[in-house]
Antibody
Framework: EVQLVESGGDLVQPGGSLRLSCAAS????????MNWVRQTPGKGLEWVAN????????YCPDSVKGRFTISRDNAKNTLYLQMNNLRAEDTAIYFC???????????WGQGTLVTVSS | QSALTQPPSASGSPGQSVTISCTGT?????????VSWYQQHPGKAPRLMIY???KRPSGVPDRFSGSKSGNTASLTVSGLQAEDEADYYC??????????FGTGTKVTVL
């Protein structure tokens, strides 16, 4: 059974940093593109970053470029999101998700809450 | 990249059909056949319902179907059931491994 379990969400002050982790199991992690998607409480979804199976290429939207970095450790079956210089508008539930079919995510974790507030 | 535009709400009675639109531009929906749809119940993670405009993952009922015309994609739910009441989001590839989601539509089963 495919499982994705996020951790690391917390309350952090504006300008602070946080690293999220996503532990994957039930599939060959090193074969798949992975991504992070966030959801502001009560609002919609926003794609945050994705990374290729080897970990050598990654992409993110302008809203987080230069502040967020996605990475992976295939030996540990774990996906990461390093978030720096956090802003209030980064407050959201962060989901880890697998690109299991063409240009779409077929498995999602349950999410981890990041709150940016003083 | 701006979010794709969806109607805030849609509704239908059990057994009826409801269609949700998702409007973008020639740089996203109109430029690629990579539109997907997600269902999300309150407090739950999104679930993939449609990918590549019309394809259904295994386990998704054939009551769910997708289509696209120009810069607008649509999701149709036929034979509405109580468990279909949820939020629905579209998503499109926009090039260079970038993606954008829709604004979301709340479907109510009357």
């Amino acid at each position: 059974e495919v499982q994705l379990v996020e951790s690391g969400g917390d309350l952090v002050q504006p300008g602070g940093s946080l690293r999220l982790s996503c532990a994957a199991s039930g599939f060959t992690f090193s074969n798949y593109w992975m991504n992070w998607v966030r959801q502001t409480p009560g609002k919609g979804l926003e794609w945050v970053a994705n990374i290729n199976p080897e970990g050598s290429d990654n992409y993110c939207p302008d809203s987080v470029k230069g502040r967020f970095t996605i990475s992976r450790d295939n030996a540990k079956n774990t996906l990461y999101l390093q978030m720096n210089n956090l802003r209030a508008e980064d407050t959201a539930i962060y989901f880890c998700a697998r690109f299991g079919v063409v240009a779409a995510t077929d498995y999602w974790g349950q999410g981890t809450l990041v709150t940016v507030s003083s | 990249q701006s979010a794709l535009t969806q109607p805030p709400s849609a509704s239908g009675s059990p057994g009826q059909s409801v269609t949700i639109s998702c409007t973008g531009t020639s740089s996203d929906i109109g430029g690629y056949n990579y539109v997907s749809w997600y269902q999300q119940h309150p407090g739950k993670a999104p679930r993939l319902m449609i990918y590549e405009v019309t394809k259904r993952p295994s386990g998704v009922p054939d009551r769910f179907s997708g289509s696209k015309s120009g810069n607008t994609a649509s999701l149709t739910v036929s034979g509405l059931q109580a468990e279909d009441e949820a939020d629905y989001y579209c998503s499109s590839y926009v090039g260079v491994n970038n993606y954008v989601f829709g604004t979301g539509t709340k479907v109510t089963v009357l």
